[in-house]
């Protein structure tokens, strides 16, 4: 089975830098997928039996292919091991040897029981950067313990001022401590290659899903530290500024930013009530958040009247931060999201015609893809990666009938 090329307009900032990530699920492809788009050659090492765990996550399929495991491994190149295999954990220790980084989210200890741990990968190659993603960070008393960024965010605390008043705990709707976790990572890499660049050494990196979820708690921190006291739900308003949240309209909600006094009178002249600016219950931000109700209501009363399209136009003519709360598939589909490349195209041996999520992250010098090389199957590239390795053909077929290397192709 032939692999599928990578685009040869492929490049970016971290061209020439290759990444072995052995991460998988969520976090650590999240930052693989980040390395990679901006440029890295990233090879996805998949254990064997099974491969990545994402591929088994089976609603929804794209012709008998994992969407989750498609959305977060494009432009990666994919060989399968089975590191309980001797022989398995020699291809791994040779491919660290002529790589940057390599990645990797397993409870802690587990790649040192296989004798894989970072004092013995740093022997066979000082520059290398490890890093790791863990549940609650390698040092501390909780290090041992699993992490799923449900755990996560109930921990952090976000939970607990998610949602609306009166309310069971919610979390966000989408994976928050995963995906930042991924993103810190990614940061925490990027580092320390510009660091190696001066002193040639290579280290560990890591974070957690624990301090990536508490890393978004900014805003409830500050008040909390100043005050000793926790915030609770507050649905879509801010609990430092006002308003600043959805308001009903007609056909939907819209996002009104009142964050600072100017753009407070701006609504109040765009709404017809300029009188607002001089009641007392709403002329300075304290009024507001002291009546947010009683201002909630207010605005409801006029922005129920009218369509979001209505209040679009107004809000823009009046120079105020608006928006329409979006539903993924028009937030996916606008005009500005597609010309900012934030969907991306590929074409999959087996799923056919995959989107996925554009990078977030410009550069003057790079051009931003449309189109990506598409997800690996199984061990896609493992003749390829194995030859650029040193392995011959013989190598290779013995590697793969030890089991020590999975066969090009033999799943998804």
């Given at each position: 089975m032939?692999?599928?090329?990578?685009?040869?307009?492929?490049?970016?900032?971290?061209h020439?830098?290759?990444?072995?990530?052995?991460?998988?699920?969520?976090a650590?492809?999240?930052?693989?997928?980040?390395?990679?788009?901006?440029?890295?050659?990233?090879i996805?090492?998949?254990?064997l039996?099974?491969?990545?765990?994402?591929?088994?996550?089976?609603?929804?399929?794209?012709?008998?292919v994992?969407?989750?495991?498609?959305?977060?491994n494009?432009n990666?190149?994919g060989?399968?091991?089975?590191?309980?295999?001797d022989?398995?954990?020699e291809?791994?220790?040779?491919m660290?040897a002529?790589?940057?980084?390599l990645?990797e989210?397993y409870?802690?200890?587990?790649?040192?029981?296989l004798?894989?741990?970072?004092?013995?990968?740093?022997?066979?190659?000082?520059r290398l950067?490890?890093?790791?993603?863990?549940?609650?960070g390698?040092?501390?008393?909780?290090a041992?313990a699993?992490?799923?960024?449900?755990?996560?965010?109930?921990?952090?605390?976000?939970?607990?001022?998610t949602?609306?008043?009166?309310?069971?705990?919610?979390?966000?709707g989408?994976?928050?401590a995963?995906?930042?976790?991924?993103?810190?990572?990614?940061?925490g890499?990027c580092?320390?290659?510009?660091?190696?660049?001066?002193?040639g050494?290579?280290q560990?990196?890591?974070?957690?899903?624990?301090?990536?979820?508490?890393?978004?708690?900014?805003?409830q921190?500050?008040?909390?530290?100043?005050?000793?006291?926790?915030?609770?739900?507050?649905?879509?308003?801010?609990?430092?500024t006002?308003?600043?949240?959805a308001?009903?309209?007609?056909?939907?909600?819209?996002?009104?930013?009142g964050?600072?006094q100017a753009?407070?009178?701006?609504?109040?002249?765009?709404?017809?009530?300029?009188?607002?600016k001089?009641?007392?219950?709403?002329?300075?931000?304290?009024d507001?958040m002291?009546n947010?109700?009683?201002?909630v209501?207010e605005?409801?009363?006029?922005?129920?009247?009218?369509?979001?399209?209505h209040?679009?136009?107004?809000?823009?003519?009046?120079?105020?931060?608006?928006?329409p709360?979006?539903?993924?598939?028009?937030?996916?589909?606008?005009e500005?999201?597609l010309a900012?490349?934030?969907?991306v195209?590929?074409?999959?041996?087996k799923?056919g015609?995959?989107?996925?999520?554009g990078?977030?992250?410009k550069?003057s010098?790079?051009?931003?893809?449309?189109?990506?090389?598409?997800?690996?199957?199984?061990?896609?590239?493992?003749?390829?990666?194995?030859?650029?390795?040193n392995?011959?053909?013989?190598?290779?077929d013995a590697?793969?009938?030890?089991?020590a290397?999975?066969?090009?192709?033999l799943?998804?």
């Open positions: 032939s692999a599928s090329p990578l685009p040869p307009s492929r490049s970016g900032p971290l020439g830098i290759k990444v072995l990530e052995l991460a998988q699920i969520m650590g492809p999240t930052c693989g997928m980040m390395l990679a788009d901006m440029g890295a050659d990233v996805k090492v998949e254990k039996p099974g491969g990545d765990d994402s591929r088994g996550y089976r609603e929804p399929l794209l012709n008998g994992s969407a989750p495991f498609l959305v977060l494009r990666k190149r060989i399968a091991l089975n590191l309980k295999i022989s398995a954990k291809v791994l220790k040779r660290v002529g790589s940057d980084v990645t989210n409870r802690k200890g587990t790649l040192e029981k004798g894989l741990g970072y004092d013995v990968l740093a022997e066979i190659n000082p950067i490890y890093c790791a993603v863990s549940g609650y390698r040092t501390g008393p909780m041992d699993p992490g799923f960024d449900l755990i996560a965010q109930g921990f952090s605390g976000l939970m607990s001022f949602g609306h008043p009166n309310m069971p705990p919610a979390k966000t989408n994976s928050i995963d995906i930042n976790a991924g993103i810190l990572a990614s940061v890499i580092a320390a290659l510009v660091e190696r660049a001066s002193t050494k290579g560990v990196v890591e974070t957690s899903l624990m301090e990536a979820a508490i890393q978004q708690t900014y805003w921190a500050a008040v909390y530290f100043a005050t000793g006291v926790s915030a609770s739900p507050l649905g879509s308003s801010h609990p430092l006002a308003p600043y949240q308001f009903a309209c007609a056909d939907g909600f819209i996002n009104i930013g964050a600072n753009n407070w009178e701006r609504i109040a002249d765009a709404l017809g009530h300029s009188e607002w001089m009641d007392n219950r709403f002329k300075t931000n304290t507001r002291n947010l109700d009683a201002l209501n605005i409801e009363r006029v922005t129920r009247s009218q369509t979001v399209a209040w679009q136009a107004v809000f823009d003519a009046a120079g105020v931060p608006a928006g709360v979006h539903t993924l598939a028009q937030a996916l589909t606008h500005q999201t900012r490349a934030m969907v195209n590929s074409k999959h041996p799923a015609h995959v989107q996925g999520i990078h977030p992250i550069f010098n790079h051009t931003q893809p449309t189109e990506s090389s598409p997800p690996p199957m199984l061990s896609e590239h493992a003749f390829d990666i194995l030859t650029e390795f392995y011959s053909k013989a190598d290779i590697l793969i009938a030890q089991g290397v999975a066969s090009p192709g799943d998804q």
